[in-house]
C-alpha cells in the first residue's frame, strides 16, 4: 500500500523546530542516523510532513529523495496526520471476504475523504490497515482504540454519530 503526502497544511511550531535542530545535532554524523531522527521527529510533529522532511534532509546533507524513501518504505513512519478520530478499516483476508471494501466504500462516502486523508476540520482520519488481529469479529474497524466488529455498511453512520458532538 503506497502512502501519499497529505494536503493539510503543515502548522509546526518553534518549540518544535528547536526540539528537531537538537535532534537532529545529536545525531548528526553518526552512521545510521537517519532512522533515529526520523522516529524522534515523528514523535515530536506526530507525523512527519514533507516540510519537516526536507527540514531533516539540508539539516543533515542528505538527499531528500533518501529521507521520503525511508519514511515512506516503513510501516512505523506516518506521513498523513491524524484526525482526533483516527478511522482504520482493516483489509486483512478475513475482513476484506467479509466486506471490509465496503465498509471503507461507505466510510469514504460519509466522511467525504478517501483512504490516507484527513477531514478538513481534522476531526476524522481515514486508513486502511492490514490485519488488526480481531477475526473472529471480521469486518472490523477501530477508531482511535476502540474496535468496531461484524460490521455491514448500514453501522457505519451510527458509529460515525458517536464521535460527531
Known amino acids: 500500500m503506497k502512502k501519499k503526502l497529505t494536503t493539510v497544511a503543515f502548522n509546526g511550531t518553534a518549540e518544535q523546530l528547536k526540539q528537531l535542530d537538537e535532534l537532529i545535532a545529536k545525531h548528526k554524523g553518526e552512521k545510521g542516523a537517519l532512522m533515529p531522527v526520523l522516529q524522534g521527529a515523528q514523535g515530536i510533529y506526530g507525523y512527519l510532513p514533507i516540510e ?29 496526520p491524524k484526525g482526533e478520530y483516527a478511522v482504520a478499516v ?12 465496503l465498509l471503507m466504500d461507505k ?21 486502511a490497515t492490514r490485519c488488526i488481529g480481531a477475526c473472529g469479529l ?7 482504540e476502540e474496535v468496531y ?15 460527531n458532538n
Open 107 to 127: 466510510l469514504e462516502s460519509l466522511l467525504g475523504i478517501k483512504n490516507g486523508e484527513i477531514s478538513a476540520d481534522r476531526k476524522f482520519s481515514l486508513d
Open 138 to 144: 471480521a469486518p472490523v474497524l477501530t477508531v482511535n
Open 90 to 101: 482493516c483489509l486483512g483476508t478475513a475482513c476484506y471476504v467479509k466486506g471490509a471494501g
Open 52 to 80: 519537516v522532511q526536507k527540514h531533516i534532509a539540508l539539516s543533515m546533507d542528505v538527499p531528500l529523495s533518501e529521507v521520503y524513501g525511508v519514511a515512506s518504505f516503513y510501516s512505523q513512519f506516518i506521513l498523513n
Open 149 to 163: 466488529g461484524r460490521l455491514t455498511p448500514d453501522m457505519i453512520k451510527g458509529i460515525l454519530d458517536k464521535y
